[in-house]
């Protein structure tokens, strides 16, 4: 199965997985727990676990050749564990593109309908898609949406403090009293940001940039945990 034919959720799924595996976390053969209907836990050598959604994920990464599989001792249920293909996610800097982005946005935005539009106009990037975006989307995302809300007199220096994070972050090197010292700094800018809107038509940019914030905010937690 082409790695095209993988949706959003099952890129990110296996990218997850492989990283954890490199970084000794993942605990092999995979045996996910159900938590409800649609809800599955990894338990993971960390004081972190996987969750997801649907545990036909995992079936479709072993079609792909993403996953392999070995049954249990009662022949009854699969266990998973992550293959040579699986790991070469991690460096195929292209495995997700902006195009994975592009169709679930426009999946779950033909979902979705709105009694008055003039009232409640559809976002650019729905809530869906943010939700299961990486730290590299979410920062810029972030990044466009302060340089629409924030002043410019502080601007410059929120700007810089992203830039700071996403360095930090992203070559694994910084305390983390660096990175929440930003962070705080920037969650700073934003609420003063809403305040400063009031009910004006930015109101509902500042209100998305500071979720944009709070999952950005949240992925730096798992990144940092993950070390």
Same mark, same amino acid.
């Given at each position: 199965m082409n790695a095209n034919k993988l949706n959003l959720r099952q890129k990110k799924l296996i990218q997850q997985l492989a990283e954890l595996k490199q970084k000794d976390q993942l605990i092999e053969p995979i045996n996910p727990f159900p938590l409800g209907l649609m809800s599955y836990v990894?338990?993971?050598? +960390?004081? !972190?676990? =996987? @969750? %997801? #959604?649907?545990? +036909?994920?995992?079936?479709?990464?072993?079609l792909a050749g993403y996953l392999?599989?070995?049954? *249990?001792? +009662?022949?009854?249920?699969? =266990?998973? !564990?992550?293959? $040579?293909?699986?790991?070469?996610?991690? /460096? /195929? &800097?292209? !495995?997700?593109? &902006?195009?994975?982005? $592009? @169709?679930?946005?426009?999946?779950?935005?033909?979902?979705? !309908?709105? $009694? $008055?539009?003039?009232?409640? &106009? &559809?976002?650019?990037?729905?809530?869906?898609?943010?939700?299961?975006?990486?730290?590299k989307y979410l920062t810029q995302t972030l990044k466009v949406l302060t340089t629409e809300v924030v002043s410019k007199p502080n601007l410059e220096e929120v700007t810089a403090k992203i830039n700071l994070t996403e360095k930090l972050i992203e070559r694994k090197t910084g305390k983390c009293s660096e990175t929440q010292e930003a962070i705080q700094l920037i969650g700073q800018q934003l609420l003063l940001?809403? @305040?400063e809107n009031g009910h004006t038509n930015q109101t509902q940019t500042a209100? @998305?940039?500071?979720?944009? %914030?709070? =999952?950005? *905010?949240? #992925?730096?937690?798992?990144q940092q945990g993950l070390r």
């Open positions: 990894i338990y993971l050598r +960390s004081k !972190f676990n =996987l @969750r %997801f #959604e649907s545990l +036909s994920d995992l079936e479709i990464l072993t392999g599989f070995q049954w *249990n001792r +009662s022949g009854v249920t699969k =266990l998973y !564990f992550v293959t $040579d293909l699986g790991m070469s996610v991690l /460096d /195929d &800097p292209h !495995f997700i593109t &902006p195009a994975d982005y $592009d @169709r679930y946005r426009n999946l779950h935005e033909s979902l979705e !309908f709105f $009694d $008055d539009i003039s009232e409640q &106009p &559809p976002m650019d990037d729905s809530i869906q898609s943010l939700v299961t975006a990486d730290f940001a809403i @305040r209100a @998305r940039a500071l979720l944009v %914030f709070s =999952l950005w *905010n949240q #992925e730096i937690i798992l």
